[in-house]
């Protein structure tokens, strides 16, 4: 059993504009333990994560993959949050590396089938519709859950480039919940970006359906 | 944190800005050297992922000269060059300050560590 990364380095003070990893953030550990041997078995060399927050996840990954082994690259549009995810990869002894972007902007051109793996924890919860994109423009604590008229407006944004962004090997990690459309993504993936996609994890917590999706390249 | 690493994976991204854009010119640049454990399968998983000539250029920028302008054919197997490779890539800190396009000049500044490059509204490229 890997541990939960050690996050007693952030503070209260750092939760009021950092998302406090809970049930989603796990949900999404859990999978990636259960995917370890796999995952290993890819020797990824890129690991980017999209909205990195408070790096709970990226550390993580490093500590499943061997803190030296691949770039553990997050972004985050929230300075605070690309700075808790340097910091927690200190604390865990994992060299996390965070650029401030919105998803994934500055690297486009340059990671063109270039990432092994890709996780995506994103602003998932249904709002008002422009909540979203408000949320985002705010660069703080609610840009990390503000969803949209269904909770997929930022989602879908980075759904249209991950076919181009997936190494051959590539593999894909995406937290949904129920209101999402779950199956309805895998359809839509497997359409247009030509991703065979699938739950690999479900649970509920609290009010939420919680799923994580897994995609990849059609053997 | 900006390692030339991940320096080596950032274009400009402002709307109309699509030539010449890459790599970002280092200025004021603040280096720190932090050591960290060398990792061979690493560097020659990762070499393929690398544009080569920006990698040189920028760490020739930063007043390290190690690498050499083409990558040796044994690059794989050769350990002074791996380890020459290490260092640029991971140990080469730029804590404060910028990154300037080379085509537009936009300025994308470093603090802390960490790259900001988000954009004004006016300067996004649709999405």
């Not at chain 1, 408070?54 to 549009?77: E, H, K, N, Q, R």
């Not at chain 1, 650029?99 to 340059?110: A, K, P, W």
């Not at chain 2, 640049?29 to 920006?54: D, H």
């Amino acid at each position: 059993m890997i541990p939960t990364p050690d996050l007693s380095h952030l503070t209260k003070e750092d939760y009021k504009h950092v998302y406090e990893p809970a049930e989603d953030t796990f949900i999404l550990l859990d999978a990636l333990e259960q995917d370890a041997d796999y995952l290993k078995s890819l020797n990824p060399r890129l690991c980017l994560e999209i909205g990195s927050g408070s790096g709970c996840v990226l550390s993580f990954l490093g500590a499943v993959l061997g803190s030296t082994s691949a770039l553990y690259l997050g972004t985050d549009i929230n300075i605070r949050a690309a700075q808790a995810t340097v910091r927690t990869g200190l604390q865990n002894k994992v060299s996390t590396s965070a650029l401030v972007t919105s998803l994934y902007e500055g690297l486009e051109q340059r990671i063109k089938h270039q990432v092994d793996v890709l996780v995506f924890n994103p602003p998932y919860v249904p709002t008002l519709e422009g909540e979203a994109s408000v949320a985002q423009d705010g660069r703080d604590i609610a840009g990390a859950w503000a969803g949209g008229t269904d909770g997929m407006a930022i989602t879908d944004q980075l759904l249209k480039n991950v076919g181009g962004m997936l190494s051959p090997r590539g593999v894909f990690y995406l937290v949904a919940v129920k209101q999402n459309d779950p199956e309805g993504i895998c359809v839509r993936m497997r359409r247009t970006q030509g991703l065979d996609g699938e739950v690999i994890l479900k649970r509920r917590a609290g009010g939420e359906f919680l799923h994580v999706l897994r995609f990849r390249r059609s053997e | 944190m900006v390692r030339l690493i991940t320096h080596n994976l950032l274009a400009c991204h402002v709307k109309g800005c699509d030539s010449n854009n890459f790599p970002l010119t280092f200025s004021d640049a603040e280096v720190e050297i932090r050591e960290t454990e060398y990792n061979a399968e690493f560097l020659k998983g990762f070499f393929p992922k690398l544009e080569w000539k920006a990698l040189v250029d920028s760490a020739r920028q930063l007043g390290d000269v190690s690498l050499p302008e083409t990558p040796p054919i044994d690059y794989d197997s050769n350990e002074e060059f791996l380890r020459a490779l290490h260092h640029v890539l991971l140990e080469i800190h730029v804590q404060e300050g910028s990154m300037i396009c080379p085509n537009c000049k936009h300025v994308y500044r470093i603090q802390s560590g960490i790259p900001n490059m988000l954009l004004a509204e006016h300067e996004v490229a649709g999405r």
